[in-house]
């Protein structure tokens, strides 16, 4: 396995060893005691995650504020442009965001850890997105931040994705960089 810092160090780019011959391939997608020795410390991950959505659909940016979340993000078929946006109040990249494409091709991962918003905006005609997260669903501390805030200046690839994107009410409404609550630390 292959692990690249971003340009936020904290969120890391996976890509595991890929066998593969005329009958397809085989790759780990997940094991722990190797997960735990690149990202630096132990991480248990407690609930496993499946969206599919279809083309242009952007989802994000999301977190939970109360009990934060650390995700590890693939895709099991289609393709999407992942982003992690730090949103830890005393970071130095506090409001940053990084980007990487995650497909069913390329079998890239993404770790997100903790203090970290996510989002993803599906290119192909509809993608599988899975990820583990570190800590359960707590809908009372779920967050979203506007996918398209000017502070964070987020280069969303959208003539990829059939130009405008398709967003949930809830991302619709969310609010901007200067209403956002962030992570205290």
Not at 122 to 151: C, F, G, I, M
Request: hydrophobic letters at 40%.
């Amino acid at each position: 396995m292959q692990v690249t810092p971003t340009r936020l160090p904290e969120v890391l780019l996976i890509e595991p060893r890929v066998f593969g011959d005329a009958r397809g391939f085989f790759l780990e997608s997940w094991n722990q005691r190797t997960f735990d020795q690149a990202v630096g410390q132990p991480v248990a991950f407690v609930q496993d995650n499946h969206s599919r959505s279809a083309q242009g659909v952007l989802r994000g940016i999301h977190y939970q504020l109360g009990q934060p979340q650390g995700k590890l993000v693939r895709v099991a078929s289609g393709r999407v442009f992942d982003v992690a946006v730090d949103l830890r109040r005393h970071s130095p990249r506090c409001g940053q965001w990084v980007g990487v494409e995650l497909s069913a091709d390329n079998h890239r991962q993404l770790w997100i850890p903790p203090g970290f918003g996510h989002g993803f905006l599906v290119l192909s005609q509809e993608a599988d997105v899975l990820y583990k997260t570190s800590d359960y669903h707590a809908p009372q501390d779920d967050r979203a931040l506007a996918w398209n805030d000017p502070h964070l200046g987020i280069e969303w690839p959208l003539a990829q994705a059939g130009g405008k994107p398709l967003l949930s009410a809830r991302d619709q409404a969310a609010p901007g960089w200067g209403e956002a609550q962030l992570y205290p630390w």
